[in-house]
T-cell receptor
Framework: KQEVTQIPAALSVPEGENLVLNCSFT??????LQWFRQDPGKGLTSLLL?????REQTSGRLNASLDKSSGRSTLYIAASQPGDSATYLC????????????FGSGTRLLVRP | EAQVTQNPRYLITVTGKKLTVTCSQN?????MSWYRQDPGLGLRQIYY???????DKGDVPEGYKVSRKEKRNFPLILESPSPNQTSLYFC?????????????FGPGTRLTVT
């Protein structure tokens, strides 16, 4: 059974700091991995999608990496800003036909001005 | 603007009173899905649909029904809501096949059943 874990559960950093959020999964037979951002009481905004054949994806100040063999993904945020404060969720899609996403419990990020 | 919309956004109801939460997407996506999000349990899939008239159970389907009569709409039906269905509900859509299969989520529906 696929399990997705995110560490740390919460993180507080000063503005301007570079930071790394971690995501690990137990079954390497994934189709892709997606990082989301969720603001309090709001929906999920897709940040980056990494296919199983890819090693990393970049969008602006965000860079996500994927190491399938070790069951790990990282989300790197450069030069953090208070507006980056949110909960970050990673989700893996299984390699079957269900298209189901299995989510981690998230990392709650606070960027202090 | 490409989006997934849900209605209502907030709903307070009583046990046993049937309700429907609507979901609509304007991206011509074949795949749609419903999730619920609960503290400590994360997001869990309720039902999904691969195309019109094709639906299947997710991890927590008990107490829910869905239908997919049109490609753009995927309503979630609670025939007899109970307090344990109090949750934050999200609809998602995606286009199967090559190209990433990125999933797009609606803004959520916060349901309280008393």
């Amino acid at each position: 059974k696929q399990e997705v874990t995110q560490i740390p559960a919460a993180l507080s950093v000063p503005e301007g700091e570079n930071l790394v959020l971690n995501c690990s999964f137990t079954d390497s037979a994934i189709y892709n991995l997606q990082w989301f951002r969720q603001d309090p009481g709001k929906g999920l905004t897709s940040l980056l999608l990494i296919q199983s054949s890819q090693r990393e994806q970049t969008s602006g100040r965000l860079n996500a990496s994927l190491d399938k063999s070790s069951g790990r993904s990282t989300l790197y945020i450069a030069a953090s800003q208070p507006g980056d404060s949110a909960t970050y969720l990673c989700a893996v899609r299984r390699g079957d036909s269900s298209y189901k996403l299995i989510f981690g419990s998230g990392t709650r990020l606070l960027v202090r001005p | 603007e490409a989006q997934v919309t849900q209605n209502p956004r907030y709903l307070i109801t009583v046990t046993g009173k049937k309700l429907t939460v609507t979901c609509s997407q304007n991206m011509n996506h074949e795949y749609m899905s419903w999730y619920r999000q609960d503290p400590g349990l994360g997001l869990r899939q309720i039902y999904y649909s691969m195309n019109v008239e094709v639906t299947d159970k997710g991890d927590v389907p008990e107490g829910y029904k869905v239908s997919r009569k049109e490609k753009r709409n995927f309503p979630l039906i609670l025939e007899s809501p109970s307090p344990n269905q109090t949750s934050l509900y999200f609809c998602a859509s995606s286009r199967p096949g090559q190209g990433g299969n990125e999933q797009y989520f609606g803004p959520g529906t916060r349901l309280t059943v008393t």
